[in-house]
């Protein structure tokens, strides 16, 4: 009976350690699973800590132990909350974002079909709690040469059916300096199975390729997709660009300037607009150690460079007639402060071009590497019919 006591009072303080996370920062970078993880399963964590809570209260334990664990569970209660408390007025503005920029008949625009393979509804409990749908797609790996011969990857996702489809260029994040075409591979087959062809592409890496070498890769990606549409039943009057943190910060720079391909719409996840600023106004904590990573990825500071944070800052490009962007970021962020795409979506108001920017309150950088999570599945409802209004027959 003791061990069971004892077994019910660890349980508490771990549930709180797990839930406190929703609230607190990650100090360093090794802590950001945690930041990232807990508000995304905040609904889950609330029911453990609910039941946990219960046994406290309704067991004889010795008296400390008893009253300490009903506190740590009554505040794990509270914090694993306060997501699911935000979340129908996040839902509500997503909606009011959606309706201003696209059109108060936005969805009516979407064929019934289409709008059969999207979700219902922006959040679904059972699917966090038994995992969203895993489609099968036809995946098929390529290559593409870059400026100095260098071979980089391309990753082809297809629907089973036949003809043209639209196409997704999706592109990875990781600070300019890692990861590969693979990384976002549940969206990929998951965009894939609603009829949609999605490159993911490769681009070289920080600090041993500057700024503008990634772009450059972009581009020539999109060169290699014009060239090989048929192949790949793509059809070219109709693609997005998709894109996470680093890469979506590609992504803004490349439909903002690019005259390689006509782009239809574009997709920030959490994406840098504003170099410098964030240079100057890094997040507190900061993980990562920002202001190390652009200089690795620029050559240097603004002080020094200034002429290149400016050529590689999105806000910069900011013109009547851009294609549709769909700006997505947590308020918790702590690698990208969500501040810059607001900046980003003013000025794309201010120049009428149509902007919808979604902020989900409770989420960190990267929240959507939970797929699951409550984060990802508001980002995938939106996304999904946002590309689907974009790219309509």
């Known amino acids: 009976m003791k061990i069971q006591r004892l077994i019910s009072f660890v349980l508490s303080g771990l549930g709180l350690f797990l839930s406190s996370w929703i609230m607190i920062p990650a100090p360093f970078f090794a ?6 993880g807990a508000p995304e399963i905040s609904p889950l964590l609330l029911a453990g800590n609910s039941l946990l809570l219960g046994v406290s209260l ?8 008893r009253h300490v664990a009903i506190a740590f569970s009554t505040c794990a209660v509270i914090l694993s909350s306060l997501p699911l408390l935000q979340l129908p007025a996040t839902i509500k503005q ?16 979407i064929s019934d079909a289409k709008k059969t393979q999207m979700r219902s509804h922006p959040f679904i409990l059972t699917d966090l709690i038994k ?5 099968k797609a036809w995946r098929e790996c390529q290559a593409f040469n870059a400026g100095d011969g260098t071979s980089l990857a391309l990753e082809i996702y297809r629907s089973t059916t036949t003809g043209l489809h639209p196409a997704i260029i ?15 591979a549940r969206f990929h087959t998951y965009m894939a199975h609603q009829g949609y062809t999605v490159v993911a592409i490769d681009y070289r890496h920080a600090p041993r390729y500057h700024f503008p070498t990634q772009l450059q890769d972009v581009q020539t990606a999109l060169q290699w997709v014009s060239q090989n549409a048929a192949d790949y039943e793509i059809d070219t009057t109709r693609i997005a660009l998709v894109g996470w943190s680093a890469g979506a910060h590609l992504a803004l ?19 840098p607009t504003n170099l410098a600023a964030g240079y100057q106004d890094p997040p507190v904590p900061d993980p990562i150690d920002t202001r190390a990573l652009l200089e690795a990825f620029l050559g240097g500071s603004p002080t020094q460079l200034p002429r290149q944070y400016e050529l590689a800052s999105p806000v910069h490009y900011v013109k009547p007639g851009l294609p549709p962007s769909l700006l997505i970021y947590g308020s918790r962020d702590h690698l990208v402060k969500p501040v810059f795409g607001q900046q980003l979506y003013d000025l794309l108001r201010d120049t ?23 984060g990802n599945q508001i980002a995938l409802y939106y996304t999904e019919r946002f590309l689907a209004w974009a790219l309509h027959q």
Do not use: C, K
């Not at 802590?31 to 990232?36: A, Q, R």
């Not at 995992?131 to 489609?135: A, C, S």
């Not at 960190?364 to 409550?374: A, I, N, Q, T």
């Open 352 to 374: 009428e071009n149509r902007a919808v920017l979604i902020s989900l309150p409770w989420a960190e950088h990267s929240f959507d590497v939970v797929f699951r999570g409550l």
């Open 131 to 135: 995992g969203l749908p895993t489609p």
């Open 170 to 184: 999706a592109i990875y994040g990781g600070g300019w300096q890692s990861g590969e075409p693979e990384d976002n």
């Open 58 to 65: 309704l067991q004889r334990q010795q008296w400390f132990l």
């Open 253 to 271: 720079l490349t439909a903002y300037q690019t005259d390689v391909i006509p782009l239809r719409a574009v997709v920030s996840y959490y994406g």
């Open 94 to 109: 997503a909606d009011i974002q959606m309706q201003s920029a696209l059109g108060a008949d936005y969805q009516a625009q």
């Open 31 to 36: 802590l950001l699973p945690l930041g990232v």
